[in-house]
């Protein structure tokens, strides 16, 4: 196995072994789970065709974790995959800007981290590429340790207690106000969380926010969110950045307790054809210390 850095501050390319190998093997899973460990971001190539990967990706993804059901109301609901594309599945027509998945994509352009809005949060997402446009559609990924670290220790400490509300529907509000329907909120309410990840097998701390973060508690809103805002432009700011531009056979795990990513535009008259699966964080993986402190009876 060879590990190849993409980034100074995140991201590794895993040459030498595949996505099966890992699925099948114990040791090899060990060594690759100590690399997304370390590096937050890891990317195989070449992997099998979109008409073999299923269940390789599904395999692969449940060594690290129990799995998530993709949300209601999406291409995928129910399953292990999260459909992300500009193809109408009933029609196989690519849709207009106005369409639900079109402004979903918009909204991935938003930085983020998976599912901060769930009562349970990711540990991790893996994306594999199954139709790609000739340009654009990159995805861009950021440390949250490197923004921790760059922030001064008072906010640091400040951060460390104090714990932001997460919220599908204030993400798509973004876009468009309907973007969210109903049957989404109801299903999704705002979740709580602490502000910093600690990851527990290094120790290192990440800055956990998001696009979904909309209040701070303790906080008057106006004050919460442009602390919020000013957190993300200083995790993102120039250079720290990972872009990674597709390839066929890509395919891309992430740490979504350690980074922020969003998805870059492509010309919507391109197809773009992608299928998430997403780990779901147990205590094992720090959630025990994200959650808010219970309040006595």
């Known amino acids: 196995m060879e590990i190849i850095p993409l980034h100074p501050e995140v991201g590794a390319e895993i040459r030498g072994i595949s996505m099966a190998d890992v ?19 890891l990317l195989f190539r070449n992997q099998p065709p979109p008409d073999q990967i299923d269940p390789i990706q599904v395999a692969y993804s449940a060594k690290f974790g129990p799995l998530e059901t993709a949300k ?21 027509e690519l849709v207009p800007p106005t369409h639900k998945e079109a402004l979903r994509a918009k909204a991935n352009q938003l930085w983020h981290t998976d599912s901060s809005f769930r009562q349970t949060p ?4 893996v994306l594999s590429a199954r139709t790609i446009p000739g340009t654009g559609g990159e995805t861009q990924f950021v440390s949250q340790r490197a ?3 760059r922030l001064p220790a008072s906010l640091r400490a400040k951060l460390a207690d104090s714990y932001a509300w997460h919220s ?17 909120q109801n ?16 120790g290192r701390d990440a800055l956990y926010i998001a696009s979904h973060a909309y209040a701070i508690e303790g906080m008057p809103d ?17 250079g720290h950045a990972y872009e990674h531009v597709w390839r066929d056979g890509d395919v891309v795990m992430w740490d979504n307790r350690a980074t922020l990513h969003r998805g870059r535009p492509w010309p919507m008259d391109k197809p773009r054809y992608m299928i998430r699966t997403t780990i ?17 009876a």
Do not use: C
């Open 23 to 41: 699925a099948g093997n114990d040791d090899v899973y060990r060594a690759v789970r100590a690399t997304f460990e370390e590096h937050s971001v």
């Open 72 to 92: 209601v109301a999406s291409l995928g609901e129910g399953t292990p995959f999260s459909i992300l594309t500009n193809i109408d599945p009933a029609t196989r």
């Open 122 to 125: 990711a540990l991790a997402s």
């Open 147 to 149: 923004t921790w670290n």
């Open 168 to 184: 599908y529907g204030h993400s798509r509000g973004k876009i468009d106000p309907t973007l969210a329907s109903q049957r989404e």
């Open 187 to 202: 299903a999704l309410p705002p979740a709580l969380w602490r502000m910093r990840w600690r990851n527990p097998v290094n």
């Open 222 to 238: 106006n004050e919460a969110q442009a602390l919020i805002d000013e957190l993300t432009a200083m995790a993102t700011a120039p």
């Open 280 to 296: 779901s964080a147990t205590d094992v993986d720090g959630l025990a210390d994200l959650r808010p402190p219970r309040k006595a």
